[in-house]
């Protein structure tokens, strides 16, 4: 086994936008949902700017608590840049944590021009994301890591 533990670092967090989700039936024992990005925002030392409308997360919700998320979606960096943002996770959400908001660990996946935000394409990275349902509208809030 290696010596060699890898570090993570906060990098840039992502409030994301999401228009109510749309049933499509029965997916691999579980319900699949496709749930609209209606846009967002995107905070961070080395990236920020805006999370672009258009893009989807296909999810699949099984009755034991699995939960597959694949979202695909764009970022419109502060210096006009678009950067493709591919993000999986694939987490057993314990429901029995009542008052608690659902984590969900992902891996997200960036596309980048080359230019100032190569390094994208160039790293690892692990998210948290964390979902906020209400009434009026839903989001997620993902923080994403960088491993060294």
């Given at each position: 086994?290696s010596d060699y533990?890898?570090?993570?670092?906060a990098v840039f967090?992502?409030?994301?936008?999401c228009?109510?989700?749309?049933?499509i039936?029965?997916?691999?024992g579980?319900?699949?949902?496709?749930v609209?990005?209606?846009?967002g925002?995107?905070?961070?030392e080395?990236l920020?700017?805006?999370v672009?409308?258009?893009?989807?997360?296909?999810?699949v919700m099984?009755?034991?608590?699995l939960?597959?998320?694949?979202a695909?979606?764009?970022i419109?960096a502060?210096?006009g840049?678009?950067?493709?943002v591919?993000?999986?996770g694939?987490n057993?959400i314990d429901?029995d944590?009542?008052g608690?908001?659902?984590?969900m660990?992902t891996?997200?996946?960036?596309?980048a021009p080359e230019?100032p935000h190569?390094?994208?394409?160039?790293?690892?990275?692990?998210?948290?994301?964390?979902?906020?349902?209400?009434?009026?509208?839903?989001a997620?809030?993902?923080v994403?890591f960088?491993?060294?």
């Open positions: 086994m533990i890898p570090r993570a670092q967090e992502l409030h994301v936008s228009d109510q989700p749309t049933p039936g029965s997916i691999n579980g319900t699949g949902l496709m609209p990005i209606t846009g925002t995107v905070s961070g080395r920020s700017g805006e672009m409308a258009g893009g989807a997360d296909w999810a099984h009755d034991d608590g939960f597959v998320v694949n695909r979606y764009s419109r502060s210096d840049t678009i950067i493709q591919f993000n999986e694939r057993r429901r944590r009542t608690m908001r659902p984590v660990l891996t997200p996946r960036f596309v230019g190569a390094w994208l394409n160039e790293s690892v990275f692990v998210g948290t994301l964390l979902p906020e349902v209400s009434v009026q509208s839903s997620v809030d993902i994403v960088k491993l060294a």
